[in-house]
T-cell receptor, first 113, second 107 residues
Framework: EAGVAQSPRYKIIEKRQSVAFWCNPI?????LYWYQQILGQGPKLLIQ????????DSQLPKDRFSAERLKGVDSTLKIQPAKLEDSAVYLC???????????FGSGTRLTVV | KNEVEQSPQNLTAQEGEFITINCSYS?????LHWLQQHPGGGIVSLFM???GKKKHGRLIATINIQEKHSSLHITASHPRDSAVYIC?????????FGTGTLLAVQP
């Protein structure tokens, strides 16, 4: 079974630039999550999708972060404009209904300079 | 106080040692996950527990629902076990993460 695919693996950008991350979940997984993990901390949920609808985006900094999951499959997370404190690993995860089969992608390491 | 606490935060062991990482939580949960994260950032799910004990190779995970406590044990540790081990509890459809335990196994 293919895992959760994320790209790119690494990204370095200057502050105030824009960046986008892509996630392809496991086939059939209705729920998709984006997490931000700052060095030395546990992952923090940014947004949770159920199919193509948003279930929870309470911790998403909406002034600069946006995410979409068109057609309920792939998802993109965008930061515009980036700040230094956005440097982190951005993890995508997917699961079946009720968080069964929870699987993480390899993450995208973002460095903002 | 975090809802999920792990101990120790850092652990250094010699190859072959028996290792225990602890996780305590303060909320009602439907399941608990143990995750492994290597320096590259990717997270691998090791176990999902709702009761009792599970074993996979040299890894053993236990959970005591009444005491709200879980342990991850590694027998005959090896340098390739060096990673961050994260405890995460499932509350409804969300995961709440601990801050992780950084394990370094020296040859």
């Amino acid at each position: 079974e293919a895992g959760v695919a994320q790209s790119p693996r690494y990204k370095i950008i200057e502050k105030r630039q824009s960046v986008a991350f892509w996630c392809n979940p496991i086939s059939g997984h209705a729920t998709l999550y984006w997490y931000q993990q700052i060095l030395g901390q546990g992952p923090k949920l940014l947004i949770q999708f159920q199919n193509n609808g948003v279930v929870d985006d309470s911790q998403l900094p909406k002034d600069r972060f946006s995410a979409e999951r068109l057609k309920g499959v792939d998802s993109t997370l965008k930061i515009q404009p980036a700040k230094l404190e956005d440097s982190a690993v951005y993890l995508c995860a997917s699961s079946l209904q009720g968080a069964t089969g929870y699987t993480f992608g390899s993450g995208t390491r973002l460095t903002v300079v | 106080k975090n809802e999920v606490e792990q101990s120790p935060q850092n652990l250094t062991a010699q190859e072959g040692e028996f290792i225990t990482i602890n996780c305590s939580y303060s909320v009602g949960i439907s399941a608990l996950h143990w995750l492994q994260q290597h320096p590259g950032g990717g997270i691998v799910s090791l176990f999902m527990l709702s009761s009792g004990k599970k074993k996979h190779g040299r890894l053993i995970a236990t959970i005591n629902i009444q005491e709200k406590h879980s342990s991850l044990h590694i027998t005959a540790s090896h340098p390739r076990d060096s990673a961050v081990y994260i405890c995460a509890v499932r509350v409804t459809n969300k995961l709440i993460f601990g801050t992780g335990t950084l394990l370094a196994v020296q040859p």
